[in-house]
Nanobody, 119 residues
């Protein structure tokens, strides 16, 4: 089984920054982030493949970026120029097979989530 633990959420002002971290017990083929705001559907935000290729949704492109620390099996989501519409619960997710950005919310493994609030 794959365990994922997120950290780094919190509150930020509009235009501010937050950095989320996700530590995995096992490195899988792909890891990503999805978010869910109250009353809205889950939305895949970012995806990283084991080879390093990354995908970011258009609404956050240029503001969010992925990085990782392979020695610690940790992936980071750097969020800059935050907007109120970025407010959501952010979840880390991982999978071995279905490695596409639109499926991140349906990955086999996910963490408990970390809240991001922008105001």
């Amino acid at each position: 089984d794959v365990q994922l633990v997120e950290s780094g959420g919190g509150s930020a002002q509009v235009g501010g920054s937050l950095k989320l971290a996700c530590t995995a017990s096992v490195r899988t083929k792909c890891m990503g982030w999805f978010r869910q705001a109250p009353g809205k559907q889950r939305e895949g935000v970012a995806l990283q493949l084991v080879g390093g290729t990354t995908y970011i949704i258009d609404s956050v492109k240029g503001r969010f970026s992925l990085s990782n620390d392979n020695d610690r099996n940790t992936m980071y989501l750097q969020m800059n120029s935050l907007k109120p519409e970025d407010t959501a619960m952010y979840y880390c997710a991982a999978d071995w097979w279905t490695c596409r950005l639109q499926y991140v919310a349906d990955f086999a493994y996910r963490g408990r989530g970390t809240q991001v609030t922008v105001s």
